[in-house]
């Protein structure tokens, strides 16, 4: 079975239309989920706490998307 991890995280935004954190060092890190219904409900709950602060952004990123282990590694992922 393919376990399809999602982390939750956030923080504030340089500005609203954009994706780059102000200081990545404040990156809130809400936690890591085993399937996306949960890593939704903490995402839902995170960004619902920061509602009013429209600099302050929240994502689920498919970790389990980040590696597929079918498929072959490039020269260079893998040194070893």
Known sequence: MV?????V?????VNPGSTQ????DKIDVVG???DY???YDAWKGAAQ???DDAHIRYF???IHRLR??????SPTEELG
């Open 68 to 73: 597929d282990e079918e498929t072959e590694a």
């Open 49 to 51: 706490r920061t509602v």
């Open 21 to 24: 954190f102000a200081d990545v």
């Open 9 to 13: 995280f956030g923080g504030e935004l």
């Open 60 to 62: 689920i990123a498919h």
């Open 37 to 39: 219904a949960s890593a």
């Open 32 to 34: 890591m989920y085993p």
């Open 3 to 7: 376990q399809r991890l999602h982390l």
